[in-house]
Each structure stands twice: as structure tokens, then as C-alpha cells.
């Protein structure tokens, strides 16, 4: 059981380093899509583990939750970059003082 | 009538009003108006004087009440009017001579687009005046008395355009406000200590029922709004700036009327003062220093009208040291007051006349020989003159020798300073008559003097005509007699020298002043400009700066007022707004400080956020293991 640990924890650094290195909107939404996977599959190990469904039922959750993400997060980048005609996050940083 | 005697403020009030708010079809009457209802006011008052002549002696008093003003718990004012001997001679006076001014400033504001204006203010301040004098409740003698302050502040300042004018209308308002000040404490003192602002409850219990120190405080108060309208010392430096106003308005406000009020207030609160002393001996000083500081002053002004204000302090010092000797002086101090009200006013006015000849000019030093250019004016000045100084005959003559011979009655010191002031108002009486009107002409170019029209002449002569007659009301002691249920009964002192020997004397320093100024001015020919400072002696310079009066006040009382207001000022901005101010700056760059982790950039947040669980995490496992 402790590979698909490990691979989760590693797969879960990547996204995490990705979402706070990488300037692209796409990639860094990729990676944040790349943590949530490697969420699931700690929860489905330990679903497993332990016997029990819980961390099934959770996992579908997650995927439908990160479904409904991706359709709001691809629209606000898509309209950003129509306005921008750029896809780099540091680029939208005007919601400060 | 007696009934409706209340008509006599209403119709001037009435009509004062309506003339303001009435447009621009009111100006071509407007003036007519505002004679017209003074002349029914003074019809009115006529009749109901004869009606209180034709009455019992002990019922020659009609009071009552138009309607409750204010009644808050045990705090009841009426609106409550009392028309006795004393008011009835005032409301005479103050119609009576209010008309003829009326009259007269139909021609002399003829040329003046705001006349239907100036005439709404008379009949305002006629309304005022009038509510003044026939108030039976302080706090309706009040309101008559802010009223006539009011007035005497849009008449002084009539022509706003001018700055002086402002300024002098200004500094009246506020000099008044200082007297008013003693009114109002008075008034609620009396409330405080007697239960009432009734002036006869006021009056008839103040000696039974409050203590002397009380009596002596109320008098001392009522003294200092008295000095405040009648221009007395300490509170005299409005009046001469007031002549800013038009003459007519000088002869109305600063000669019959408005500073004969306090002269008034004193001989009405006869009762109060009759109970403290001291008060009337404060009364006594103020009316001599008065007496003299005037006097002074009106030698040595160049402009006409600054002589005469200087002449009218003078008398109402006389008016004051009268009222201040108790019951001897009241009746003389009221007798004065109407002789001084009719000379006074035909002077003043003698003197617009003048001006309206001179094109507007006011400096004597440029007149001259305007004996043969205005015979009418001449001849109705040189009445009032005679009466003013007390010419055997003439109502000033009857007038001023009574209040000197009830002044050396109440002490030698006393009647000699009221003696020497008889002396002085001669000098300088006959110094402005003979540098307006029997010196050689030193006239400026283009200046053509002629006689005002017969609608400025026709009040002078009838003014002139009561200068020389209004002594008739002291034969056979008429007017003690008649002011007797006011006043009380008149004792009279009896003297080392017999009255006729009385009057011998004063005549004889009388003439000396003549004799003076009659040989000062006219042994050497009046430079056409005055000396300069530097040249006179110190006692000329005083006069002309009005005894430093200005001075005294802004060394007194406007500097250390103006370092005050800069020193809170300076507390203001520096302390309490600097505790505030503060706060909100520390609070300020707290918010700077703690805004700078705001940077808009989504990885620094995501940065944070991964921190933040991750100590959160930490923090889980800490606890879960320990």
C-alpha cells in the first residue's frame, strides 16, 4: 500500500512546486488538477485499507467538484486571456490597493 | 384710548414691516407710509394723554395685557403693557419728535433708492422704543430693548456700501450686547431671588423682600445695559462712530430716543435703586464722568456731528447724575431728557441741513458764514443753541438748572463738577456756531450752499419752536408733580443759595464759556485745516481721539481677547486635534504595514495558503503525538 502512498505524495509536490513556480495560467491549473488526483488516489488507498467506502464516496466528490472547477477556471481564462491576450497569472495582479 | 394705547406700537410696528417685504410699487409711497403711521401713533399716544390728564390724580395708570408670553412652571411673563405719566411723556417724545424726523427724511433721503427702506427701519425702531417704554414685565422692556438695538444697527449701517458705515454699525451691535449682557443678568437675578420680571412687582418689593447686597447687584447690572444704550462711560466708544449713519437717523437714535433708554431703565427701576446706595452712587459717577468726558470731547471734534454726539454724551451724563440722586433727581433727570430731546433733534437735524448744503461735507473748518446762505436753519440752530446752553427762558435753561441745584443738594464736589460742565457745553456750543455760522467763509470749491427745502425746514422750525417752550412743564413744578405716582414725592434740598441765586450763578458760568469761545474763535481767523497733533495741547488731543476710548478697549479688552482666541486655537489644533489626528495616523500605518503582504500575485497566495496548512498540519500532528 505505501507505493500508492508514496506515488500520491509525490505526484501531490509536483502540482503543489507547479501551481507556485509556473507562470501559465493552463499549466498551473493543470497542476492544481494534478493535486487534486493525487488526493484521490490517498483516498481511495485508504479506502482500501481500511475496508470501508468513505474515501470512495469522497473521491467521486472531489472529481465532480474538480469537473464543475475546470469549467469556471477555463472560462475565466479564456476571458482573460480575450482581454489580456495573455495566459501568465502574474499578469492579473490589479486586485490590490 | 387708554384701552388701546397698545395701538401705538402695533401701527408703526405694522406698517414697518409691511414696508419691508412690500416690492419695488412700495418706493414711490413707501416714505409717506412710514410717516403716516408714526403721525397716528403720535395722535394716538396725544389722545390718551389728554384722556390720563383728565384723569384722578391716583388713577392716572393703565395697565393690561395683550396675552401671555411665556408660562413654564412657576415662570410666567405677560405680555403685559402699564401707560403711566412716565411712559405717557415718552411716548410723546418718542413719537412726537419720531415724526417730525420722519417728515424731515422725506426730503433729506429724497435722492436715496433705498428710502422706502430707511423709512421701514424708523418705524421699527419707533415700534421698539415705544415697547420699551410702555412694558410692565422687564422681559417685554427687554425685547423692546433688543429691538432698538436692532434698529440703531440697520440705520447706523444704512449705507452698508460704506466701510466705516459697517464697522461703526458693527461696533454698536456689539458695544450694546456688553450693556446687554447686565440687562439679562439682571433680569434673572430678579426672577431668582423676587420670583417675577414684573417691573412694578420688581420695583414695589425689592426693598422688603431681598437683601441690599441683592438691591445693589440688580442696580449695578441695570447700570451697566443702561451705560450700553445711553453711551455712558465705560461704554461710550459706539456712539460717536455712530454718526456713520444718515443725520436724520442721529437725531432720531442718538439725540430724542434710543440713548435716553437708559436714562429710562434708571428712573423705572426707581425702586431698586431707591433700596441700594451704592448702585446710586455708581449711577452719579458714571453720569459725571460722562458729564465731562463728553463735554471734553465735543470741544475739541472738527466735525459737526461728532460735536454734537460729544454734546449729546454730555447730557445724558447730566440725565444720569440726575436719576442717580434718588427722588430729588428723577423728575429733573426725565425733564432734561424731553427739553435735551426736542433741542437735541432740531440741532441734529439743523445740522443734516447743513451737510445737505455743504455737499455732504461735515468738517467745520471748511464751513463758515452760513448765517446769510441758510436763514431758516440758522435761525432754528441758533434756538436749540440758546436752549442747550441754558439761556434765561429757554427749556435747557430750566432743565439743566434743576439738576445742578438737586447735584449740590447731594454734594458741593458734585454740583461743582455738574456747574463746570454747564461752562464747558457753552464753550463748545458756541465754538460750532460760530465755525459753522458767523465766522468768515472758508467753503471748498464747488461747493454752493443753499436753504433745504420747506419738507426739511417745516420740522426744524416746529423742533426750535419746543427748544424754546419746553420749559413750560417745570412752571409751578408741573412735571414733579405729574411723574409723583412714578417717583415718588420730590424733597427738595435746601440750599445755602436761594434758586433765583442758583440760576444767577450758572448763568454767570455760562456766559463765561461764551465769552471763551466767543474770543478764542473769532480774535484770529479758523485755519481751513485742523492743527496737527503735535501742535495742540494734551488735553485738545485727548478730546479729538475721544479720550482714548478706542484705545482703552483694545488694550482692555480686544487684545488680550485675541491672544486668548490664539492660544486655543493654537490648544485646538495642537492638542485635541493632534490626539485625534494622531489615532488616526497610527491607525493609518498599522493598515500600510499590514497591507503590504497584499501583492495581487495568485502564487504568492497560493505560497501562503500552502504554508498555512502546512503548519495547520504540523500543528495536528504535534498535538495528536503529544
Known amino acids: ?97 | 384710548m387708554l384701552d388701546l394705547v397698545w395701538l401705538v406700537v402695533v401701527v408703526p410696528l405694522v406698517s414697518g414691516l409691511g414696508l419691508l417685504v412690500w416690492g419695488k410699487e412700495g418706493d414711490r409711497v413707501g416714505h409717506l407710509v412710514g410717516t403716516v403711521a408714526s403721525a397716528v401713533a403720535f395722535v394716538i399716544g396725544l389722545v390718551a394723554f389728554v384722556q390720563l390728564l383728565g384723569r384722578p390724580e391716583d388713577d392716572r395708570s393703565v395697565a393690561g395685557t395683550l396675552f401671555t408670553w411665556i408660562s413654564s412652571g412657576p415662570f410666567h411673563v405677560d405680555m403685559a403693557y402699564r401707560f403711566d405719566p412716565l411712559s405717557a411723556l415718552f411716548v410723546l417724545l418718542v413719537t412726537g419728535v419720531g415724526t417730525l424726523i420722519h417728515v424731515y427724511s422725506i426730503g433729506y433721503m429724497a435722492h436715496d433708492e433705498r428710502r422706502r427702506r430707511f423709512f421701514a427701519y424708523l418705524n421699527l425702531f419707533v415700534a421698539a422704543m415705544l415697547t420699551l417704554v410702555l412694558a410692565d414685565d422687564y422681559l417685554v422692556l427687554f425685547l423692546g430693548w433688543e429691538g432698538v438695538g436692532l434698529a440703531s444697527y440697520l440705520l447706523i449701517g444704512f449705507w452698508q456700501h460704506k466701510p466705516s458705515a459697517a464697522a461703526a454699525a458693527k461696533k454698536a451691535f456689539v458695544l450694546n450686547r456688553v450693556g446687554d449682557v447686565g440687562m439679562a443678568l439682571a433680569i434673572m437675578l430678579m426672577f431668582a431671588q423676587l420670583g417675577t420680571s414684573s417691573i412694578q412687582a420688581v420695583n414695589a418689593t425689592v426693598a422688603g423682600q431681598a437683601s441690599e447686597s441683592v438691591a445693589t447687584a440688580l442696580g449695578l447690572l441695570l447700570l451697566l445695559g443702561a451705560c450700553g444704550k445711553s453711551a455712558q462711560v465705560p461704554l461710550q466708544a459706539w456712539l460717536l462712530d455712530a454718526m456713520e449713519g444718515p443725520t436724520p437717523v442721529s437725531a432720531l437714535i442718538h439725540a430724542a430716543t434710543m440713548v435716553t433708554a437708559g436714562v429710562y431703565l434708571v428712573v423705572r427701576s426707581n425702586g431698586i435703586f431707591d433700596a441700594a446706595p451704592v448702585a446710586q452712587t455708581a449711577v452719579v459717577v458714571v453720569g459725571l464722568v460722562t458729564l465731562l468726558a463728553g463735554a471734553g470731547i465735543g470741544c475739541t471734534k472738527d466735525d459737526i456731528k461728532k460735536a454734537l454726539a460729544g454734546s449729546t454724551m454730555s447730557q445724558i451724563g447730566y440725565m444720569m447724575l440726575a436719576a442717580g440722586l434718588g427722588p430729588a433727581g428723577y423728575a429733573f433727570a426725565i425733564f432734561h431728557l424731553v427739553t435735551h430731546g426736542f433741542f437735541k433733534a432740531n440741532m441734529f437735524l439743523g445740522a443734516g441741513s447743513v451737510m445737505h448744503g455743504m455737499s455732504d461735507d461735515v468738517d467745520m473748518r471748511h464751513y463758515g458764514a452760513l448765517r446769510r446762505a441758510m436763514p431758516v436753519t440758522f435761525a432754528t440752530f441758533g434756538l436749540g443753541y440758546l436752549a442747550i446752553i441754558g439761556f434765561p427762558g429757554f427749556s435747557g435753561f430750566f432743565s439743566k438748572d434743576r439738576i445742578i441745584e438737586a447735584a449740590f443738594g447731594e454734594s458741593f464736589w458734585v454740583g461743582l463738577a455738574a456747574l463746570l460742565g454747564a461752562g464747558v457745553t457753552a464753550f463748545y456750543m458756541t465754538r460750532l456756531m460760530v465755525m459753522t455760522f458767523t465766522s468768515p467763509k472758508r467753503w471748498l470749491d464747488d461747493v454752493h450752499p443753499h436753504e433745504s427745502p420747506r419738507v426739511m425746514t417745516v420740522p426744524l422750525v416746529v423742533l426750535a419752536a419746543l427748544s424754546v417752550l419746553g420749559g413750560v412743564l417745570v412752571l409751578g413744578g408741573w412735571i414733579e408733580h405729574w411723574l409723583e405716582p412714578v417717583v415718588g414725592h420730590t424733597e427738595h434740598h435746601e440750599l445755602a443759595v436761594p434758586a433765583w441765586g442758583m440760576s444767577i450763578i450758572v448763568t454767570a458760568v455760562v456766559a463765561v464759556g461764551v465769552a471763551l469761545a466767543w474770543s478764542t474763535y473769532t480774535r484770529s481767523p479758523i485755519a481751513g485745516t485742523a492743527p496737527a497733533d503735535a501742535d495742540v495741547s494734551v488735553l485738545t488731543r485727548a478730546g479729538r481721539h475721544e479720550l482714548y476710548g478706542n484705545a482703552v478697549n483694545d488694550t482692555l479688552v480686544v487684545r488680550p481677547t485675541r491672544h486668548l482666541t490664539r492660544v486655543l486655537v493654537f490648544l485646538d489644533a495642537r492638542l485635541v486635534d493632534g490626539l485625534v489626528r494622531g489615532l488616526a495616523d497610527r491607525l493609518g500605518d498599522t493598515s500600510q504595514f499590514l497591507r503590504t503582504p497584499q501583492t495581487g500575485y495568485v502564487r504568492s497566495y497560493a505560497l501562503s495558503i500552502l504554508v498555512g496548512s502546512l503548519v495547520v498540519v504540523l500543528a495536528l500532528l504535534a498535538v495528536t503525538l503529544a
Open chain 1, 1 to 97: 500500500m505505501n507505493e500508492y502512498l508514496t506515488l500520491s505524495m509525490i505526484l501531490f509536490t509536483i502540482g503543489a512546486v507547479g501551481v507556485l513556480v509556473r507562470r501559465n495560467a493552463i499549466v498551473v491549473f493543470m497542476c492544481v488538477e494534478l493535486m487534486l488526483n493525487a488526493t484521490n488516489l490517498a483516498l481511495v488507498t485508504f479506502s482500501r485499507q481500511h475496508g470501508t467506502l468513505d474515501g470512495q464516496i469522497a473521491a467521486f466528490f472531489v472529481m465532480v467538484v474538480a469537473a464543475a472547477e475546470v469549467v469556471v477556471g477555463l472560462a475565466i481564462i479564456v476571458s482573460i486571456y480575450s482581454t489580456r491576450r495573455t495566459t501568465s497569472v502574474d499578469d492579473a495582479s490589479l486586485l490590490k490597493l
